[in-house]
């Protein structure tokens, strides 16, 4: 791998305290897959009865990990599960060795654990192309087990971490008829990040009570508003993997009708996904892109996105410069519907263009210095209707091509 990259300056100034959640244990350990001198492989185990509920990459290219989380996801038992990952090799791209690496890991760990091969989740993340060195991960999984602890979430972010700069975690209490659930969870993701199912690895923990066919529906539903809203460039990994285990330990059952845990995992997941932005490989901006007055949401969230994929726009961002053209051009090409005569821009509070023609009493040098802030937001209306979406992206510097020019070096 190449040098490490320098701390993102808009990463957060600690890992945040997450509650503990009753049911779920940590451990990590260094197996060498392919760093040396840290924690690379993550084990969690998870209590009997937990319920666990997924989405993943969409990529036609997925790992073998993926393919096999997604045959188990399903599955309703009462045994307890373990989530087991390795970062620097994404064991993707490997073809029948990536699938005798998944069972190797899944069969070692079953064994050691003492739970059914079904209930043995596995991720992989780093490089593509390369067999798994899997015999690295499974002699290690006897240290993993003895060293199991409620206290090591802090840990198992930072084993899953590649190009990250700084390690993912957020956390929730919520109260449901007077009593209180949990919620935690840790992601990774810097780069290779596009909407397509989440970003990278996100691991998502909960002492509630809940049925796996309602855990999966809220999981589905509120990804598609969180991770589903964040790009970093554009690429789909075929890595791409969330988990979300409700233990049960807490004894309060949720239901589709609980808004209040709804909520608290709404604003976990959201909060993981926008640090995923914020440490975006050389990164230095974090923007929000808003679009109202399209013909619909889907029509609204495609020039979103096409907006926050955009490098003239992201470049623009990265120079500050407030290059509002290329706004108009990336609505111009999204495919979407849109009426030049009707479309409206702003940056922040500031007005730029109305009516398909630049507000007149913008100044160049207001948006000049709008520009400098390291949180942004560009708003467009199209004028059109009532849909609407909500993406949230970063710029794009020189470091995206340091960091990405020497990757497999």
């Known amino acids: 791998m190449g040098s490490t990259p320098p701390l993102s300056p808009l990463a957060p100034a600690s890992f945040p305290k997450l509650p503990r959640i009753g049911g779920v244990r940590f451990a990590t350990v260094q197996a060498g897959v392919r760093y040396c001198g840290r924690d690379d492989v993550m084990l969690a185990t998870l209590s009997p009865g937990t319920t666990v509920a997924g989405c993943f990459t969409r990529s036609t290219t997925r790992s073998s990990a993926v393919l096999d989380c997604e045959d188990k996801i399903g599955a309703v038992s009462d045994a307890g599960a373990a989530f087991l990952v390795n970062s620097g090799n994404a064991n993707a791209f490997t073809g029948r060795h990536g699938a005798a690496s998944v069972k190797a890991v899944t069969e070692a760990a079953s064994k050691a654990l003492k739970l059914p091969e079904s209930r043995i989740f596995t991720s992989s993340t780093g490089v593509i192309g390369e067999p798994l060195p899997h015999e690295r991960i499974t002699t290690k999984l006897k240290d993993l087990s003895g060293a199991l602890s409620m206290d090591g979430i802090g840990s198992a972010a930072r084993a899953i971490m590649t190009t990250d700069t700084f390690p993912k975690g957020a956390g929730t209490t919520v109260t449901v ?27 998502i923990f909960t002492d509630a009570v809940v049925d796996q066919p309602v855990l999966q529906s809220m999981v589905s539903a509120l990804n598609s508003s969180t991770f589903n809203c964040i790009t970093v460039d554009g ?9 979300v285990a409700a233990t049960g330990a807490s004894g309060i059952r949720v239901s589709e009708d609980s808004v209040g845990f709804m909520e608290g995992l709404r604003q976990v ?10 440490d975006g490989e050389g990164a230095t901006k974090f923007v929000e892109v808003s679009v109202t007055g399209a013909s619909s949401d889907a029509d609204a969230r495609t020039h979103a996105m096409a907006i926050a994929n955009s490098p003239l726009v992201k470049t623009a961002i990265a120079g500050e410069d407030p290059n509002w053209g290329r706004i108009v051009m990336a609505v111009g090409k999204s495919g979407a519907p849109a009426d030049r005569d009707t479309l409206s821009i702003w940056f922040g509070h500031i007005p730029i263009a109305r009516d398909g023609w630049v507000d007149p009493d913008y100044r160049e040098e207001e948006g000049a210095i709008y520009m400098k802030q390291q949180e942004l937001t560009i708003h467009v209306d199209l004028g059109l209707g009532g849909g609407t979406s909500v993406v949230w992206t970063c710029d794009l510097t020189h470091g995206y091509i340091d960091i990405n020019a020497d990757y497999r070096s």
């Open 269 to 278: 997941m959201l909060n993981l996904a926008h640090q995923v932005v914020r």
């Open 177 to 203: 008829d007077g009593q209180q659930i949990h919620i935690a969870g840790i992601a990774k993701g810097s780069g290779m990040v596009a909407p397509d199912m989440a970003t990278m690895l996100v691991y």
């Open 235 to 243: 690429d789909t990994s075929t890595s791409d993997t969330l988990l």
